[in-house]
Every structure is written in C-alpha cells, then in structure tokens.
C-alpha cells in the first residue's frame, strides 16, 4: 500500500481480555517494528521482523505479548490477558532495509488501547 | 545497552531559534535521526546524519552531531508555531533496531 496501515485505530476492552493489533506495511519493506508510546515514557521498542523472523523481541514487557508475520508482510500483535498498564498507543513502522544506507521508518498512525 | 536521552521541553517564541538536543550511548551507530511527531498522528522523518560527518543541513533545519560526546542537536531556524510538534532523536545499532529518546515537545509561542 501507499503507507503503512494499522487497525483498529481505537480499542476499548476490559481488563482480562486478549486484543489483537493489527499491521499492513509498505509493499516491499522487509523490516517491521512495533514501538509503544505511553504518556511520559516516550517510544519503547517492543520488537522487530526481517523478513517473517524476529531477530530482536528483547523489548516484549512480558509474555503476555507476543508478535508474528506471515508472508514478509503482515503483522499482528497479541496482547493476552490484558491489563490496565497495558493501554497506550501502539506504533508500526516499516523500512526498506538496505545494507548501505540510512534504515527510514515509515510509521503508521497508531493503535490506541485503552484497558478498562 | 543502547540509551538515547533528550530534554521533555522546549518553548520558544516564534521567529527566534530552536535548539533540541539529544544524547546517545551506541558508538556504534552509523546512523542518527530526527523524527516529528504532530498530534495525533505517527512519527515522520525529519533528517537524519551518518556518523561520519558532523554538520548538514536542509532549508531552515541544522543538524550537529559530536560523535567523540555523543551528542546531536537539531537547530530550526525561524520557527512557526506550525512547528510546535514532539520530535525524536534516535540511533540505529549494528543492526536494524532503532532506539528513540522520550521525545523534546517544542512548544512555539506567538
């Protein structure tokens, strides 16, 4: 697609559920990254893919998340079981990775979660 | 492991300088960048600088970087209350990951 693409922009659920996040990058890049943004914490990396693996998921806060992507290109990020500290705006960004060059994320608009 | 730090605040008044500074532990980086976030949406790519130069700049954008402190500044120049965002430093690691400060919010007075 034109640009990177997340739903739902919006979630509302009650403490205890699971929530699926979902990611559509930019046709051809083959790096996709989940950050999360909190009030007050900044960006906190969550984890990223080359290709389908995840070379790095040191920053997963515990395992009640976790990630895949099918096919180089969607991804999804589960939360189980979740909780209030959980709600924050979670980012997708995507990149083109190219040895030599600057690696440039393009960044979805972001999937609000807010645990009740 | 990788750190990125940077001041939370910023305000200026419009027409006069800012200056958003930002510190990074990777020595290793090859790569840093600036980031922009406006409400509500995601992060943009402002700029960004390799490691082996310590100046460029674009339009009214100056970036500085001091590889031997670890230190990065972005310089805007005349700035317009249409600048009032959050932006990010970050740096890129051997790999891939990229690590982003908290973000300076630059507010811009009329």
């Known amino acids: 697609g034109a640009g990177v693409s997340q739903s739902p922009s919006n979630k509302v659920t009650e403490k205890g559920k699971d929530v699926e996040l979902r990611c559509d990058p930019i046709s051809g890049h083959t790096a996709l990254y989940w950050y999360r943004q909190s009030l007050g914490q900044g960006l906190e990396f969550l984890i990223y893919?080359?290709?389908?693996?995840?070379?790095?998921k040191s920053g997963l806060p515990s395992d009640r998340f976790s990630a895949e992507r099918t096919g180089g290109s969607v991804s999804t990020l589960t939360i189980q079981r979740t909780q209030q500290e959980d709600s924050a705006v979670y980012l997708c960004a995507s990149s083109l990775v190219i040895n030599s060059g600057a690696n440039v994320l393009t960044f979805g608009a972001g999937s609000r979660l807010t645990v009740l | 492991g990788e750190d990125v730090e940077q001041s939370l605040f910023l305000s200026v008044r419009e027409g006069d300088s800012s200056v958003i500074n930002c510190t990074y532990t990777?020595?290793?980086?090859?790569?840093l960048y600036w980031y922009k976030q406006e409400p509500g949406a995601g992060l943009q790519l402002l700029t960004y600088i390799f490691s082996n130069m310590d100046m460029k700049q674009d339009q009214r954008l100056t970036v500085l970087l001091n590889k031997k402190d670890k230190h990065l500044s972005l310089r805007i120049a005349d700035t317009q209350t249409g600048d009032s965002a959050i932006y990010f430093c970050a740096e890129i690691d051997g790999g891939f990951k990229t690590i982003f400060g908290a973000g300076t919010r630059l507010f811009v007075k009329a």
């Open positions: 893919f080359q290709g389908n693996s995840a070379p790095d």
């Open positions: 990777d020595s290793s980086s090859t790569y």
